[in-house]
C-alpha cells in the first residue's frame, strides 16, 4: 500500500457525460502528479500541483481540468467524454517537487466510456 | 523533449534464473533521475529501483540491481533469482531534475513472465 488513496476504483459512464476523480496524498507530500494509462498512448503525465498551484502541464486535453484543495486533496474533473478517454487514471504524490522525492502511486481509478 | 525507448515487448525467464530488461532513453540535461517501475496484474505501479544520474555506482535493491551506462544513455535493469511475484509489466521511466519539471516519462514497458 503507497499510501495514496484514489477514489472510486471503477467508473463507468457515457459519452458527453462528465466525471471526477479524487486523490488523497500520502500524509506530508505536497506535490500530485494525474497520468493516464492507455492501450494506444501508453502511460501520460497530465498535470502537477505542488501545494495548491499548479505545477506542470502535460498532454491534458482543454477537456480536462485538476485542482488541488488546501487539505491537499485533488481532483480531475473529465468532461464531454470520448469513447477515446476510455484509460486507468493515477494519481502519484511526492513530499516535494524537486530533489530525489520519488513518486508513489495510487491504485488508480479505471474508467470505462460507453 | 526527453524520450524514452523499451525494445522489449515481452520477455521471459525461468523460475530462479536471471533476466535483464533494457532501457535506452535520450535526453540532452546532464542531471536527471532514472527510475524503474513494476505493474503487476492489480495495476498498482510499484517503484521497484531509482538511480541518480550524478552517481556513477550502480543502485541495488536485493535482487534487483541497474547496470546505468550514462554515456550511452542505457539503463537496465537486472533481476537475480527470478521468482513468480516478479511477473509483471515493468516500465523505465525518466525524470529532469529541472525545477519546474518533476512529471515522470515512461517507456512501453516490458512484460515479463516467469516460468515455473
Known amino acids: 500500500d503507497s499510501g495514496v488513496t484514489q477514489t472510486p476504483k471503477h467508473l463507468i459512464t457515457a459519452t458527453g457525460q462528465r466525471v471526477t476523480l479524487r486523490c488523497s496524498p500520502r500524509?506530508?507530500?505536497?506535490?500530485v502528479y494525474w497520468y493516464q494509462q492507455s492501450l494506444d498512448q501508453g502511460l501520460q503525465f497530465l498535470i502537477q500541483?505542488?501545494?495548491?498551484?499548479?505545477?506542470a502541464k502535460g498532454n491534458i486535453l482543454e477537456r480536462f481540468s485538476a485542482q488541488q484543495f488546501p487539505d491537499l486533496h485533488s481532483e480531475l474533473n473529465l468532461s464531454s467524454l470520448e469513447l477515446g478517454d476510455s484509460a486507468l487514471y493515477f494519481c502519484?504524490?511526492?513530499?516535494?517537487?524537486?530533489?530525489?522525492?520519488?513518486?508513489?502511486f495510487g491504485p488508480g481509478t479505471r474508467l470505462t466510456v460507453t | 523533449a526527453q524520450t524514452v525507448t523499451q525494445s522489449q515487448p515481452e520477455m521471459s525467464v525461468q523460475e530462479a534464473e536471471t533476466v535483464t530488461l533494457s532501457c535506452t532513453y535520450d535526453?540532452?540535461?546532464?542531471?536527471?533521475?532514472l527510475f524503474w517501475y513494476k505493474q503487476p496484474p492489480s495495476r498498482q505501479m510499484i517503484l521497484v529501483i531509482r538511480?541518480?544520474?550524478?552517481?556513477?555506482q550502480n543502485a541495488t535493491e536485493n535482487r534487483f540491481s541497474v547496470n546505468f551506462q550514462k554515456a550511452a544513455k542505457s539503463f537496465s535493469l537486472k533481476i537475480s533469482d527470478s521468482q513468480l511475484g516478479d511477473a509483471a509489466m515493468y516500465f523505465c521511466a525518466y525524470r529532469s531534475a529541472n525545477f519546474g519539471n518533476e512529471k515522470l516519462t515512461f517507456g512501453t514497458g516490458t512484460r515479463l513472465t516467469i516460468i515455473p
Open positions: 500524509s506530508g507530500d505536497l506535490s
Open positions: 535526453t540532452s540535461e546532464s542531471d536527471y533521475y
Open positions: 500541483y505542488y501545494n495548491g498551484e499548479e505545477r
Open positions: 502519484a504524490s511526492s513530499v516535494g517537487a524537486s530533489g530525489t522525492n520519488e513518486q508513489y
Open positions: 538511480q541518480e544520474a550524478y552517481k556513477q
